[in-house]
């Protein structure tokens, strides 16, 4: 198969073109599940990793590229004195207030989109043996479905999930109940996995786990009739 340019690649706007030239795996899983634990060690591996969850928190930090347009539609009261949104002053409106989720939305989607773009290209250009791209939402987002090559779901009980994050976040048990209502069942998400990590035991389980994940997905690169 004829190398693309790195140039043709850039020029074009949207992940699609990165489609049959390296493989593009989907990592999701739960609130709490383990999606940073397992990115980790994959990132540690040698893979691409884009995290959008992590470019959320970017573009949302004091000076991110958000901030501005946040300030402008909800008001200083919605932005912490260290200029980062008040991420619990906001996770309680757009609960509440579906037109406020949508106007956050229409902010926060297309910068995440673009840095998403832009890290997935440099990953390519630099070599990356494949990209995995960490989606909280992913199973609930059609365009991701339909983008990407293979889907890993890290899974464990719910109950685990909520220990983790109250542990994590210092949240109560309802408000997490509440976020893991808003997100499509475990079930549904392993339905559509093409890999399973089990992370309900330790992070030295999980390690061992992580590693043939990445000799599985190397493998499926080597099998593609249209790898070169
Ligand atoms: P979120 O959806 O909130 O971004 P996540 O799916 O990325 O969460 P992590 O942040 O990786 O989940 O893990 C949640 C918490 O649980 C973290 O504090 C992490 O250190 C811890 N954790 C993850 N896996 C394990 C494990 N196997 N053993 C012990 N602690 C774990």
Redesign the pocket.
């Known amino acids: 198969m004829a190398t693309v340019s790195a140039k043709s690649i850039t020029e074009q706007s949207d992940l699609s073109a990165l489609k049959g030239r390296i493989s593009l795996i989907g990592l999701t899983?739960?609130?709490?599940?383990?999606?940073?634990?397992?990115s980790d060690i994959l990132g540690k591996l040698g893979a691409g990793i884009v995290d959008t969850?992590l470019i959320a928190h970017q573009i949302t930090a004091p000076d991110g590229a958000a901030m501005n347009l946040i300030l402008k539609e909800f008001g200083a009261e919605f932005i912490d004195p260290n200029g980062a949104l008040n991420r619990s002053k906001m996770r309680t409106l757009v609960f509440e207030n579906p037109e406020a989720r949508q106007k956050l939305e229409k902010i926060t989607h297309p910068l995440i989109r673009e840095e998403t773009i832009a890290q997935a290209n440099r990953l390519y250009r630099n070599g990356a043996p494949y990209l995995v791209f960490v989606v909280?939402l992913l199973i609930e987002s059609t365009s991701w479905i339909g983008l990407i090559d293979y889907l890993v779901v890290?899974d464990c009980p719910v109950e685990t999930q909520i220990e983790?994050?109250m542990?994590?976040n210092n949240l109560p048990r309802a408000e997490v109940e509440n976020i893991l209502k808003a997100q499509a069942s475990r079930e549904e998400r392993l339905s559509k996995a093409n890999a399973v990590i089990e992370?309900?035991?330790?992070?030295v389980?999980?390690e061992v786990e992580v590693q043939n994940l990445h000799q599985k997905i190397l493998q499926i690169r080597k099998d593609s009739p249209s790898s070169s």
């Open positions: 899983g739960g609130i709490g599940s383990g999606k940073t634990a397992v969850d909280p890290v983790r994050v542990h994590r992370n309900q035991g330790s992070l389980t999980l």
